[in-house]
């Protein structure tokens, strides 16, 4: 069974960068559909960023585009998301998750059977 951990996350200043990574163990990730989602304090969860199995195709919410990259390295079994003009309204807690076998990039976290621990990401001013 695959498991995902999340790392990464931390206090950095308005304006600035962040990288989170995902690293899936106990098998491949490489048939993975794999997003990232985030949760802030007293909100509903939301998608932020996904990438599809080969790495080719990625969505973006419109609030990070331009300021967020999603990437993958399927030999390491990793994950990223590069994030960058950070805003006081990225706070949250970010997780990972991942559909097997989906060659598409849903935005619904419903549609993900594997999720991460979550890494807190603290945005000040």
């Known amino acids: 069974q695959v498991q995902l951990a999340e790392s990464g996350g931390g206090l950095v200043q308005a304006g600035g960068s962040l990288r989170l990574s995902c690293q899936a163990s106990?098998?491949?990730?490489?048939?993975?559909?794999m997003t990232w989602f985030r949760q802030a304090p007293g909100k509903e969860r939301e998608f932020v960023a996904g990438?599809?199995?080969?790495?080719?195709?990625?969505r973006y919410a419109d609030s990070v585009k331009e300021r967020f990259t999603i990437s993958r390295d399927n030999a390491k079994n990793t994950m990223y998301l590069q994030m960058n003009s950070l805003k006081l309204e990225d706070t949250a807690v970010y997780y990972c998750a991942a559909r097997a076998w989906s060659p598409y990039v849903y935005t619904t976290g419903n549609d993900y059977e594997l999720w991460g621990q979550g890494t807190q990401v603290t945005v000040s001013s």
């Open positions: 990438i599809s199995p080969n790495g080719v195709n990625s």
């Open positions: 106990g098998g491949t990730s490489i048939s993975y559909a």
